[in-house]
């Protein structure tokens, strides 16, 4: 059992700056973030096992945010930068207990365990 408690969204303007945070109880093979738009489907956004040895990243958020975590905490981070109003989303961390590879890191159905979400705003 996996425990994951999401932290840091909130509004910030274009060009800004956010860092997500997701505290894990339990042990995960790789971990992830996930974000749904209002009136969208849930999509991937960026994936890392946990061992640091693979990450995914949704081709529009390539460059612009950085997914690490800090093994000490056990928490799972997302550096989200030069955020954009599309960016606008409630974001959601998943773990699996699997080792993902890099070709299944944005499928949802790959992730076991889910956090409750935190939303992120990008006002323009």
């Known amino acids: 059992q996996v425990q994951l408690v999401e932290s840091g969204g909130g509004l910030v303007q274009v060009g800004g700056s956010l860092r997500l945070s997701c505290a894990a109880s339990g042990r995960a093979g790789t971990m992830g973030w996930f974000r749904q738009a209002p009136g969208k489907e849930r999509e991937s956004v960026a994936a890392?096992?946990?061992?640091?040895?693979?990450?995914y990243y949704e081709d529009s958020v390539k460059g612009r945010f950085t997914i690490s975590r800090d093994k000490t905490k056990n928490t799972l981070y997302l550096q989200m930068n030069s955020l954009k109003p599309e960016d606008t989303a409630v974001y959601y961390c998943?773990?699996?207990?699997?080792?993902?590879?890099?070709?299944?890191?944005?499928?949802?159905?790959?992730?076991?365990?889910w956090g409750q979400g935190t939303q992120v705003t990008v006002s323009s």
């Open positions: 890392m096992r946990w061992s640091g040895s693979t990450t």
């Open positions: 998943a773990a699996s207990v699997r080792n993902l590879i890099h070709s299944s890191m944005y499928d949802q159905g790959q992730y076991e365990y």
